[in-house]
């Protein structure tokens, strides 16, 4: 398990607009994964893991193939098929994830709506009113 890509994957797949499918995807395949980025689980064991079907981890998986964010080679085993090996694409997953940081980092919550409420004022309406010595009664 990359604890690396998994972070990766939470902070920047989402941001990158990802569905929420995809996004689960790319966790499961980042807990899979050696730090490098490569992992083998079969389809039916991503399935099972996220109570989702065959046909959309397949399908899902060849979207996020088709964008980049993983590469797949076939396996065999002597005469007969394996699981497919993963490839994550570190430096999209990375890039997509500084970006994130990075739009989180410029936010400026000084002028929010919050930030200028009065808290004596705020629940003058509920009918609550905290005792003068702050403590509990």
């Known amino acids: 398990m990359s604890v690396k890509l998994s972070a ?3 902070d920047g797949c989402a941001a990158a607009g990802l ?10 395949l980042a807990d899979f994964s050696s730090d490098e980025g490569l ?11 996220l109570g989702a079907g065959e ?3 397949r399908t899902t998986l060849g979207k996020l193939e088709a ?3 993983v590469s797949s080679t076939q396996r065999r085993k002597g005469n007969r098929n394996t699981s497919n090996m993963y490839q994550l694409n570190i430096a999209k997953l990375r ?10 980092s410029k936010s400026d919550t000084s002028n929010s709506d919050r930030s200028k409420s009065d808290a004596s004022k705020s629940n003058t309406n509920t009918g609550f009113h905290p005792p003068e010595s702050g403590g509990i009664r």
């Open 8 to 10: 990766y994957v939470w």
């Open 19 to 28: 569905k929420i499918s995809a996004v689960a995807i790319m966790a499961r």
């Open 39 to 49: 992992c083998w689980p079969s389809i039916a064991t991503i399935a099972r893991q």
């Open 55 to 57: 046909s959309t981890v």
């Open 67 to 69: 964008d980049g964010w």
């Open 95 to 104: 890039a997509a994830a500084e970006a994130s940081d990075s739009d989180t």
